[in-house]
């Protein structure tokens, strides 16, 4: 025992002179009080400043001890310290959120919503499969780990350099080229953990040090199947929307694929369930569909909100309006999972933007909120835009309205 307290003292640990600085702080304020004691008024005022000049010796002491203690665990990172605390104290007391979709739509939503809570959950599709993810699958029979990787980075607390690393392609080499390094990561992880994808995405989040939680919708293999309205099907999620025919309903092959434990507890206790943005067939639906999943959330007693893209989608939502997105989801789950949609009422006015997806057969969604509400859900309309090369959610804006809903139904709750 005496030996560990020794090791304290040795040079070079930066603890040793805060700690004598808090020593010495306690030794004035013992100084003081004998002579704030005295009967004399000015000994006794000076005893009182004496006082106050070692609890400002022990403060600095103590407080330069504690980051010198942080930051033996948390190298280069000292400045990171308030920011920690931060998330730690004042964003865990912020509502539980369900993040609930896929593709680059989910993990911009994630990257704005990690700033209003640490209680935060994405639950993600797995049914990808196009590119290096549906090479994996084939490959190594595992679920499709693309969007779990884009949303353990947007969620993620580590380095930027850790985010960069896997969000890496390859551009060449034999086997390697067009795979992403995060997907490879998280594919050696469920080969570690034994196959336990659930449990790779687990280790793979502590690796990160990400805020709140994502969770695979399902741990089964699943694959999308899209039944079109001439009678055709397709299967596999990157093969639905090259059909270029109108979608009548997908469905999930194996039939009995089940939601994770994790993801039903996480519905049953949140707050707030946030559905979208992102592609309708191939990436919010693929969530919903899951054996039980909606049901979970029609039960489920938070406030459910919808966030509608703002362009239509060639080969899924041609010429669909706001209603449409929301007529699509009533016709295959439960309605009772939204009760409000958030839909885009700005126009846009940039004709070169506009152009360039008028040659993908893409349009802007149109706010039929009279419609929406005829389906029985509350539409919240607003500015939502960002337009530069690409029309998508400008996610400041985004956020701001989600919250605003968000906090009005927590004080309707209270």
């Known amino acids: 025992m005496s030996q ?46 004496i006082i106050l000049c070692g609890v400002l010796f022990i403060v600095l002491g103590m407080g330069k001890m504690i980051i010198s203690l942080i930051t033996l665990f948390l190298p280069q990172r000292e400045r990171d310290i308030v920011d920690i605390l931060y998330q730690r104290r004042f964003l865990e007391r912020g509502p539980k959120v369900v993040a609930i ?74 086997g390697l080229k067009g795979h992403n390094f995060g997907n490879l990561f998280l594919t050696a992880m469920v080969k570690i953990t034994n196959g336990d994808f659930k449990k790779a995405v687990e280790e793979s989040s502590k690796v990160l040090a ?23 099907k397709a299967q596999g999620e990157a093969k639905i929307p090259q059909a270029n025919a109108q979608i009548k309903r997908v469905s999930l092959t194996p039939e009995d694929a089940m939601p994770t434990d994790d993801a039903l507890t996480a519905i049953a206790q949140a707050d707030i369930i946030v559905m979208g943005p992102g592609s309708l067939y191939t990436s919010i639906l693929p969530n919903l569909i899951i054996k039980g999943m909606s049901e979970a959330i029609a039960a489920s007693s938070a406030y459910k909100i919808y966030v509608c893209n703002v362009m239509t989608q060639q080969g899924e939502t041609e010429g669909f309006t706001a209603s449409d997105h929301l007529r699509v989801l009533q016709e295959h789950v439960d ?66 309205t989600l919250i605003k809903l968000i906090e009005s139904q927590r004080v309707i709750k209270r």
């Not at 939503?109 to 990808?128: F, Q």
């Not at 509350?378 to 939502?384: E, I, M, P, Q, T």
């Open 4 to 49: 560990t307290f020794f090791k304290w003292l040795y040079p070079g640990i930066k603890v040793k002179r805060w700690v004598f600085a808090s020593l010495f702080g306690v030794l004035i304020v013992g100084v003081g009080a004998i002579f704030a004691v005295y009967p004399y008024p000015f000994v006794s005022s000076l005893g009182i400043v």
């Open 101 to 174: 979709g896929g593709g680059h739509g989910l993990s911009h939503l994630l990257l704005g919503l990690k700033e209003y809570t640490a209680n935060l959950t994405a639950i993600v599709t797995v049914a990808d499969s196009g590119g290096s993810s549906g090479r994996l699958r084939e490959e190594f029979n595992i679920v499709a780990p693309g969007d779990i990787r884009n949303c353990l980075v947007a969620l993620a607390d580590a380095p930027a350099l850790m985010g960069e690393l896997f969000q890496y392609r390859f551009e060449e080499g034999h």
């Open 210 to 232: 990400i805020r709140g939680k994502v969770i695979p919708s399902t741990i089964h293999n699943v694959h999308l199947i899209a039944e079109y309205a001439d009678g055709t």
């Open 335 to 400: 309605p009772k999972i939204i009760d409000a949609c958030l839909i885009n009422n700005a126009v846009i006015s940039n004709e070169e933007a506009l152009n360039r997806y008028r040659k993908e057969n893409a349009y802007p969604v149109a706010a039929d909120g009279e419609r929406i509400k005829d389906l029985g859900v509350k539409v919240v309309a607003a500015d939502l835009l960002s337009v530069s090369d690409y029309v998508r959610h400008d996610s400041k804006k985004l956020i701001q």
